[in-house]
């Protein structure tokens, strides 16, 4: 089983709301991921977490707020976003399958919306 | 850090013929280069794979092969049919922890 399940699927949300996007996987991966994706672009990453501690963080404005609460589950906390943030937001969890290879796998994503 | 490079960015075959994809990278450290397929409206899905210490790798319609020396990788698919018709990422790792990935390639397959 290689899921990685994300809610909600689509969200809308007005520039003064606070939301939250979902990220759960139960295949005992200790890294986890938040990358942001426009349309015809590759994934692009915002953060990572190992071993439920951030690892990297890509300079993502502090609106975008990511928070590991156990190692199945990854959250992204949404303040104050600007309609440029509107984006496939994707969650990825990834497992060591040798000594420096890590094989990685993404959730559905969910489709962002600010308005 | 790493670079990747992908071509085409966008390549049509008719169905039944091959389709090959190649990425080029810049850090001699990577060790590991995934290919990820993503279908509209859905999150890339990991295809295939292949590691530093192998030149080529084989599943069923789909290929993968890697030249070390010249710091290319290479998709290939044999057969191709319209659900092949995708975006499809390749993408380069050497710390484990993070994946560079290259630009796309948005491919067609004409039935």
């Known amino acids: 089983d290689t899921e990685v399940t994300q809610t909600p699927k689509h969200l809308v949300m007005g520039m003064t709301n606070k939301k939250s996007l979902k990220c759960e996987q139960h295949m005992g991966h200790r890294a986890m991921y938040w990358y942001k994706q426009k349309a015809k672009k590759p994934p692009e990453l915002m953060f990572v977490?190992?071993?439920?501690?951030?690892?990297i963080n890509e300079s993502v404005p502090s609106r975008f707020s990511p928070e590991c609460p156990n190692s199945s589950l990854l959250n992204l906390h949404l303040h104050a976003l600007q309609p440029e943030d509107s984006a496939l937001y994707l969650c990825?969890?990834?497992?060591?399958?040798?000594?420096?290879?890590?094989?990685?796998?993404f959730g559905p994503g969910t489709r962002l919306t600010v308005t | 850090g790493e670079n990747v490079e992908q071509h085409p960015s966008t390549l049509s075959v008719q169905e039944g013929d091959s389709a090959v994809i190649k990425c080029t990278y810049s850090?001699?450290?990577?060790?590991?280069f995934p290919w990820y397929k993503q279908e509209l409206g859905k999150g890339p899905q990991l295809i295939i794979d292949i590691r530093s210490n192998v030149g080529e790798k084989k599943d069923q319609r789909i290929a993968v092969t890697l030249n070390k020396t010249a710091k290319h990788f290479s998709l290939h698919i044999t057969e191709t049919q319209p659900e092949d018709s995708a975006v499809y990422f390749c993408?380069?790792?050497?710390?484990?922890?993070?994946?560079?990935f290259g630009t796309g390639t948005s491919l067609t397959v004409i039935p």
């Open positions: 990825a969890s990834s497992q060591r399958v040798a000594r420096g290879t890590y094989e990685q796998y």
């Open positions: 850090d001699s450290a990577s060790n590991y």
């Open positions: 993408a380069a790792s050497s710390t484990g922890n993070q994946f560079y």
């Open positions: 977490y190992s071993y439920e501690k951030l690892s």
